[in-house]
T-cell receptor
Framework: DAKTTQPPSMDCAEGRAANLPCNHS???????VYWYRQIHSQGPQYIIH???NNETNEMASLIITEDRKSSTLILPHATLRDTAVYYC?????????????FGKGITLSVRP | KAGVTQTPRYLIKTRGQQVTLSCSPI?????VSWYQQTPGQGLQFLFE???????NKGNFPGRFSGRQFSNSRSEMNVSTLELGDSALYLC???????????????FGPGTRLTVL
């Protein structure tokens, strides 16, 4: 699976949009971009995934650049409960390869 | 639908002992994966079970083993515990099997193992 690069940390004000970047310049055509987050000492929580089109669900939006070498996770109205480590992962979406390779992630701090 | 459950949530053992952790996947999910999380190494993949067979394995010593039952529940075992085995052990389940189904993994809350 391709590697990802994320800044170590960022913060944003409560109620504002949080835009979390991720670089995956070596991504291949059949690899998906997944985002998880982990609130302190809990299990990682699935947020969203996509291949090349932008995706939106009740939690967040995922914007993938046209060349697919980078993406941005958008939390439209961040709350204090969104403070967590966010992991961007690229992987082949196939049942034969279920391993998730986690990097260090980006620590998002939402301030009041 | 109930999420992934793991038992016990907390465990304290001493060096040399062995431990068994349990994971119940989301109903209908056929794959169970195990991960170890430590402050130094982060989240690392241990192994994955599908239809009672180990399908993928990470780079861990043979002291780490697992199995899956016919109802998809899974257990992992660590023998001859070392201090470095202290970690949060996470289990994740995914549906798999059907063509076109998502294989997104959903994690349980983890078991916090402390080895003294």
């Amino acid at each position: 699976d391709a590697k990802t690069t994320q800044p170590p940390s960022m913060d944003c004000a409560e109620g504002r949009a949080a835009n979390l970047p991720c670089n995956h310049s070596t991504i291949s055509g059949n690899e998906y971009v997944y985002w998880y987050r982990q609130i302190h000492s809990q299990g990682p929580q699935y947020i969203i995934h996509g291949l090349k089109n932008n995706e939106t669900n009740e939690m967040a939006s995922l914007i993938i650049t046209e060349d697919r070498k980078s993406s941005t996770l958008i939390l439209p109205h961040a709350t204090l409960r969104d403070t967590a480590v966010y992991y961007c992962i690229v992987r082949v979406r196939t049942g034969a390869n279920s391993k998730l390779t986690f990097g260090k992630g980006i620590t998002l701090s939402v301030r009041p | 639908k109930a999420g992934v459950t793991q038992t016990p949530r907390y465990l304290i053992k001493t060096r040399g002992q062995q431990v068994t952790l349990s994971c119940s996947p989301i109903s209908g999910h056929r794959s169970v994966s195990w991960y170890q999380q430590t402050p130094g190494q982060g989240l690392q993949f241990l192994f994955e079970y599908f239809s009672e067979t180990q399908r993928n394995k990470g780079n861990f010593p043979g002291r780490f083993s697992g199995r899956q039952f016919s109802n998809s529940r899974s257990e992992m075992n660590v023998s001859t515990l070392e201090l470095g085995d202290s970690a949060l052990y996470l289990c994740a389940s995914s549906p798999l099997g059907l063509a076109g189904s998502t294989d997104t993994q959903y994690f349980g809350p983890g078991t916090r193992l402390t080895v003294l």
